[in-house]
């Protein structure tokens, strides 16, 4: 079984990270693509069919687009492993925290990002022609493709085996439902009631058996003694 991904982007400026989208999915047409502007403000992708999330974006002031970010933040969900896919037009040290950000709160893995520079005219670059004219170029592009064949090779029958194992703890806690914090707490009483209550029997029992016959002497059978002997 191949791994599902899917990849989940926005990509308004100069259209950089859709060159990269399209990449992907000329070499690998199986890849479903979701582009965030097409959804309406109330509307959420259900991504739970998928092994490999791959979100893309433009950054703006080391951010992703605040868009993809809301989406992430209501259809990740626990166990789900996320790709980073950014262009950017300034330094890529600090860029993808917030998407990591995301990811951490809903119990989800940023397993790994692909950046490169993209053709930027956001804010004062505008000014003075842009900045990266011509990227994401042929090399950039390709080193895209690159890094998600690498990635599959390494990890991809890795994650459909754990996806194959979450899928089983979920069947079985939809059969067996916890109940909710309130049932919980009662559970959890229970079994302290329980633990106290055997506690309590066990010392009861200790305080009612007999006490161990000793081997000591009285004091009538010490012998007496007196100053004529």
């Not at 859709?18 to 992708?45: F, N, S």
């Not at 066990?202 to 012998?223: I, L, M, N, V």
Request: aromatic share 8%; net charge negative; hydrophobic share 35%.
């Amino acid at each position: 079984m191949d791994p599902r991904t899917v990849i989940l982007y926005r990509s308004k400026h100069h259209g950089n990270t859709k060159k990269l989208v399209d990449a992907l999915v000329a070499a690998h047409p199986e890849i479903d693509t979701i582009d965030v502007a097409t959804l309406g403000k109330e509307e959420y992708p259900d991504l739970s069919p998928y092994h490999i999330i791959i979100v893309g974006s433009g950054i703006y002031y080391t951010k992703f687009d605040k868009d993809v970010l809301r989406v992430c933040d209501h259809c990740l969900r626990d166990g789900d492993n996320v790709i980073g896919l950014m262009t950017y037009g300034g330094a890529a040290k600090f860029n993808g925290g917030d998407l990591d950000g995301v990811c951490r709160m809903k119990m989800a893995t940023l397993m790994c990002t692909y950046g490169c520079p993209g053709f930027d005219t956001f804010g004062p670059y505008k000014f003075v022609g842009g900045m990266n004219k011509g990227r994401p170029n042929q090399e950039d592009i390709d080193g895209a493709v690159e890094f998600y064949d690498k990635f599959l090779a390494d990890y991809g029958e890795i994650l459909v085996e754990e996806r194959l194992k979450r899928d089983k703890r979920d069947a079985f806690n939809a059969a067996h439902p916890a109940g909710g914090l309130f049932t919980n707490l009662k559970r959890s009483a229970k079994k302290i009631a329980k633990r106290v209550k055997g506690d309590n029997g066990k010392a009861t029992d200790e305080k009612t058996a007999a006490p161990a016959a000793t081997d000591t002497p009285s004091a009538t059978d010490e012998p007496s003694t007196s100053e004529n002997q």
